[in-house]
């Protein structure tokens, strides 16, 4: 019976390769859905304010106070 082990090699290593084949595809389609999500977030109002929303974050980043503190303190 323990020569059975050593026949199902051949089987075995198709099957490993299936596996390989079926996740490969599984992650294309993943892959896929995850793009057709993101365009439609893209298209719709509350990502068309997210985008609105990161590049005025970015504007205001880039025309920061350049070092300065925030709060400035002066006598008189």
Excluded: H, T, Y
Excluded at 16 to 30: C, F, N, V, W, Y
Excluded at 47 to 65: C, D, I, L, T, V
């Amino acid at each position: 019976m323990g020569l059975l082990c050593c026949f199902d090699g051949g089987n075995n290593a198709q099957r490993k390769e299936e596996d390989r084949i079926a996740s490969a595809e599984a992650l294309a389609k993943a892959a896929e859905a995850a793009q057709r999500r993101q365009e439609e977030f893209e298209k719709s109002a509350a990502g068309r304010a997210a985008r609105a929303q990161q590049q005025a974050a970015a504007k205001q980043a880039a025309s920061g106070n350049k070092g300065e503190p925030v709060l400035k303190w002066s006598m008189g």
